[in-house]
């Protein structure tokens, strides 16, 4: 774990290949076609027509019943994470009241608090409990601060649906953000669901965002998020412009769940493969409706998509080729292109939501994680 | 049609709003959660169940077969290209001797051919046969050459499986790209299997390059192409950076085959959802042999991605969530951003494969080729 105690490099002196194990670059050992047997040509063939004929008119397309194999060009760690079942319980719950909500948010948060413990122990990462501006918030310090970020601090908004997450569960990516930036981090313990629908948690982020922007210069301040961390740091601009506040110097958007209609394409074509949230229908419309708390879906300030999204800051965005949010993630970087915001898009091969937070040691999340500290030490302040 | 005959703007000044359609942008109407039926959830539940079961073990994914339906968040033109039929009969080509091969490439272009000379009218582009150091090729010129290129030019390298699209059926993509761009392009007419396999193509290629960056300022030129197109363009830049040649001052790289195995997650996972290539067993598999001729397939000149990319010029690429060859872009990309190279990922909702070369005037396709505009006009000297 050297690496991760080295304070980060420059930009233009990150090396790439280092962040990537030798197992996941494509090799150049001898290629040569696989010339299918008779009896799997025939097999080949027989599924052909049967699509050809399932799908011969126009309309919705059929995809057969298939067993798909962990991919061979990623990383041990990551092929690791993709052959994975399905996150049990937290996938599909379906609590029957508040009180069962209640439980199962805070038995999940206990485990994920024991995993973030132990990851901060491994890269040496400080937490220390804060209030800004009365809200509950951590502060978290690698061991190094690279001196070209001393001055600046980046404000995290965690995911986990508006429902999971609480406390010191909701750090886990603040933590790897930490060790691979040599930032501070600051991280929102916003208020949630069931007791705290919509606005809760958004006016949470709020108050540390105006009292961070007042105490700092914004041009040193980035905000980032993932999943519903994702939606909350784009509704948190929307209102910031709004309100007129300061903007922060760019922003990180990863697998955004910026729309909570269950809107894009992937959410179908990529369901039952994502290993992480697997389906809408599992738990996603179940936090949607806690979250929003019958108001509408579409409020921009509960779906950032449907924001204006002219005069964002600069945003990179993640996702993975199994995401089943890849589509509201190319969705945004479109609309933000559109927009004429310098928006760059990276995608990682095989990954599902999240995989990097889940996973902040494999390969390509340090990959990606790096790719966001390039984009915030090209665009922030010293 | 008239946006085409308009000189393009230069970058700062186009503008993405215009180039998309109010359908594919969200809009903001009410936004109600579909509480599912009792039977809808009950027939989740089994399925939800079931799949557990088939995914309890570490291993591959089972999906189930499932309908997929078209996405709402693409215009209609788009739509209609995702709700088409697989390709018939190019997805499954397999000729049972050259002679049918033959037969099936002359019959293709032919259809090919029309539709590019429909495109060709309709836009108003200008096509002269050239002969470039002996190889055949042609110059593309748009009814307008935007004053800041007018000393550009753009080498195309046309797609179809180092197969199909001989003669002006390999012009469709560079046909859209004059007109999106107002630079003059040169698409090379390359050698073709079955009677010229490798290397013959790529001999000709680098034969135009030279000739052209002998005769041109390489600094203003840019090379581009999909597919195999893209392959063969990123073997050219591997074999100019070997023979000491000039580079191109920027590469447009769409949903590239630049590995002629079948390696990368999306030609499992996005197989029988993309309705362009399929699956790999439908014709790739045997245009690779017919291309490769009894040679190493990953030899870096037929599977670029097996090359060494430190020093490639700045290069933009483009894929779509339905592509085959959605991993081989990311790939692509990630490998070229580990390698230190300006490189820049668009990815389209919904698009399959090269989605944007068949339906040029859709206003993703659009919004794609200005992307690439926008790129070269920041790389390519004036």
Redesign the interface.
């Known amino acids: 774990m050297e690496a991760f105690r080295k304070p980060p490099q420059r930009s233009?002196e990150i090396n790439?290949?280092a962040?990537?194990s030798p197992a996941s670059?494509?090799?150049?050992?001898?290629?040569?076609?696989q010339e299918?047997t008779p009896t799997q040509k025939a097999v080949?063939e027989q599924l052909?027509s049967s699509?050809?004929s399932a799908?011969?008119?126009?309309?919705?397309?059929?995809?057969?019943?298939?067993?798909?194999?962990?991919?061979?060009?990623?990383s041990p760690l990551l092929q690791?994470a993709?052959?994975?079942?399905?996150r049990?319980p937290a996938w599909?719950a379906d609590p029957v009241d508040v009180a069962g909500w209640k439980a199962l948010v805070h038995n999940l948060g206990a485990q994920t608090a024991t995993a973030t413990r132990e990851l901060e122990k491994h890269l040496n990462i400080t937490r220390e409990d804060v209030v800004i501006n009365g809200v509950k918030a951590f502060l978290l310090t690698p061991p190094v601060v690279s001196p070209e970020s001393k001055n600046r601090l980046l404000i995290h908004a965690h995911g986990g649906g508006y429902i999971y997450n609480p406390g010191e569960a909701g750090v886990m990516e603040s933590v790897s953000m930490a060790a691979y930036s040599g930032i501070k981090i600051l991280s929102v313990d916003y208020r949630m669901p069931p007791d705290h629908p919509f606005p809760a948690g958004l006016d949470d982020c709020m108050k540390v965002w105006k009292a961070t922007a007042e105490a700092n210069d914004p041009k040193k301040l980035g905000l980032f998020g993932s999943s519903a961390g994702a939606g909350m740091a784009l509704a948190m601009i929307l209102r910031v412009k709004d309100e007129g506040l300061p903007l922060p110097a760019a922003l990180a958007i990863g697998t955004p769940w910026d729309?909570?209609?269950e809107?894009?394409?992937?959410f179908?074509?990529?369901?039952?493969?994502d290993?992480v949230i697997?389906?809408y229908?599992?738990y996603l419309?179940r936090a949607?409706?806690l979250y929003?708390n019958g108001r509408?879906?579409?409020?921009?300030y509960i779906?950032p998509?449907?924001g204006d999204f002219n005069h964002f800051p600069p945003t990179v965005l993640a996702s993975g080729?199994?995401d089943l949010l890849?589509?509201l993630t190319?969705?945004t970087?479109?609309?933000l292109?559109?927009?004429?915001v310098d928006a760059?898009?990276?995608?990682?091969?095989?990954m599902s939501h999240i995989s990097y937070v889940l996973n902040p040691l494999a390969p390509e999340s340090r990959?990606l994680f790096t790719?966001w500290v390039k984009f915030f030490d090209k665009h922030l302040d010293r």
Chains 1, 2 share one sequence.
């Open positions: 233009k790439y290949v962040c990537i670059e494509a090799v150049s050992t001898k290629g040569t076609l299918p080949f052909a699509q050809d799908n011969h008119q126009r309309g919705p397309r059929f995809v057969p019943a298939r067993s798909i194999p962990v991919p061979s060009t990623v690791s993709i052959a994975a079942p399905y049990v599909n729309d909570l209609t809107t894009g394409d992937t179908k074509t990529n369901e039952w493969l290993n697997v389906s229908n599992g419309n949607a409706s929003a509408d879906l579409k409020d921009p779906s998509i449907y080729t199994r890849l589509s190319v969705l970087h479109r609309k292109r559109r927009a004429n760059e898009l990276h995608v990682f091969e095989g990959e790719e």
